[in-house]
């Protein structure tokens, strides 16, 4: 796994360090058997990657990361990547979603100091999730997801494409997004 993530680019590389900071660590494995089968996340949440994305690297089943493109390294972050990570108890103390969703895009490297060019509340992981839609401080655009469940656990899904994805790309990051499902522990 470690030749695997040392192929990635710098700013992916940062963004899933940050993610996987706020992911507990366990040690089972997701559960994939074929791209477009649905990806387990150690309890609290799977959900299904919408083509073109596919599986790039995984850390012990707490977060996923997810690439569109043919490239498994790609030094110059020119291709789409997702992460999805989830945890059993939230990592700031509160359970506003706005609130704890800017305490994790500050920590969040390559997101952190872009600009926020909207936020809504929206259906993720089953229930009223947050959204957060920004442009990095190198130009690419970022969307990301968040959603606290009762008992403290949360799932994310962070995503930044360059600024010149296709259609295709950002409607599958949507797709991706709204297959986020919790699973009872």
């Known amino acids: 796994m470690l030749t695997r993530l040392r192929r990635i680019t710098r700013s992916a590389l940062l963004l899933l360090q940050a993610l996987l ?5 366990q040690a089972s494995q997701p559960s994939i058997a074929v791209p477009g089968s649905v990806v387990s996340l150690v309890p609290p949440a799977g959900f299904t990657p919408a083509p073109p994305f596919r599986l790039l690297d995984s850390l012990s089943g707490s977060a996923v990361a997810l690439t569109a493109g043919e490239l498994d390294s790609d030094p110059e972050g020119r291709q789409p990547m997702i992460v999805v ?7 700031f103390a509160s359970n506003d979603p706005q609130k704890v969703s800017d305490q994790l895009i500050a920590g969040s490297a390559r997101i952190q100091g872009g600009t926020i060019t909207s936020r809504e509340n929206v259906p ?19 969307r990301h997801y968040l959603a606290l469940w009762p008992g403290e ?5 962070g ?15 949507e797709a991706t997004a709204a297959s986020v499902r919790f699973r009872e522990p």
């Open 153 to 157: 656990r949360f799932v994310r899904l």
């Open 85 to 91: 990570a989830s945890q059993l108890s939230l990592p």
């Open 124 to 142: 993720f992981g089953g229930i009223t999730g947050h959204r957060v839609d920004g442009v990095t401080p190198d130009g690419r655009h970022y």
């Open 159 to 173: 995503a930044i494409l360059p600024a010149d994805s296709s259609k295709e790309v950002e409607d599958a990051v």
């Open 21 to 25: 900071l706020a992911a507990c660590s």
